[in-house]
């Protein structure tokens, strides 16, 4: 697994149609002259700005490898940005507002850690309980009730886990920010007793081991 860095990608499309502009236009005007010179520069250049429209310039995300000098702290950044990568897939599944916006607030806050881990290696020790059990532990949680979602459950177990999930997703995505913040001060900041609760949402339910 890698990290992704967003980049903007312009379309080809368009340069390519105001090139064509040219050799069409030759058989219609004498470009060689100022006036079809002109005229010919004119289209081609209307024609690069309608294909624009036409084709907006994107947002695409590309790997990029992390290298902090330390394979074990590398192991822990691919960790997180494979769990990343699947809440944001389960996000897209969910329906719940709530938990959807919840969710948007844990990701963008695991992957500010994840950079800034990457940055500065020697924090890693202050998030390894954060990357191996409490954003592995809601990737679970929420991964079980999108699957409930899918399936179309709608008895008393499903409606539970809706509700543990909902009445602690906000604070999860707050505990998560908080440690963002934390690694910025001289302490690492314990998020256990914040998200505490994940262990037994699902283990109340009987839907883990």
């Not at 897209?92 to 990701?107: C, G, T």
Request: charged letters at 25%.
């Amino acid at each position: 697994m890698t990290n992704w860095l967003e980049k903007t990608k312009r379309p080809v499309l368009p340069i390519y149609l105001a090139a064509l502009v040219w050799p069409i236009m030759a058989l219609v005007l004498p470009i060689y002259t100022l006036g079809g010179l002109i005229a010919t520069t004119v289209i081609s250049a209307g024609v690069y700005i309608a294909g624009t429209k036409l084709c907006p310039v994107r947002v695409v995300r590309v790997p990029v490898a992390y290298a902090t000098g330390s394979e074990d702290v590398d192991a822990l950044l691919n960790g997180v940005t494979a769990n990343l990568d699947a809440l944001h897939k389960l996000n897209d599944e969910i329906p719940d507002k709530q938990l959807s916006d919840a969710m948007d607030r844990m990701e963008k806050a695991g992957r500010s850690i994840a950079d800034t881990v990457a940055r500065t290696p020697d924090k890693a020790r202050n998030v390894d309980r954060f990357a191996r059990y409490y954003l592995p532990e809601m990737v679970k949680l929420m991964g079980a009730y999108a699957e409930l979602e899918k399936q179309g459950v709608k008895g008393d177990n499903a409606a539970q886990i809706e509700a543990d999930l909902r009445r602690n997703a906000d604070t999860t995505a707050a505990a998560f920010e908080n440690l963002l913040d934390a690694l910025y001060s001289a302490e690492a900041m314990d998020i256990s007793t914040d998200i505490e609760v994940l262990d037994s949402i699902l283990k109340s339910q009987n839907l883990t081991k």
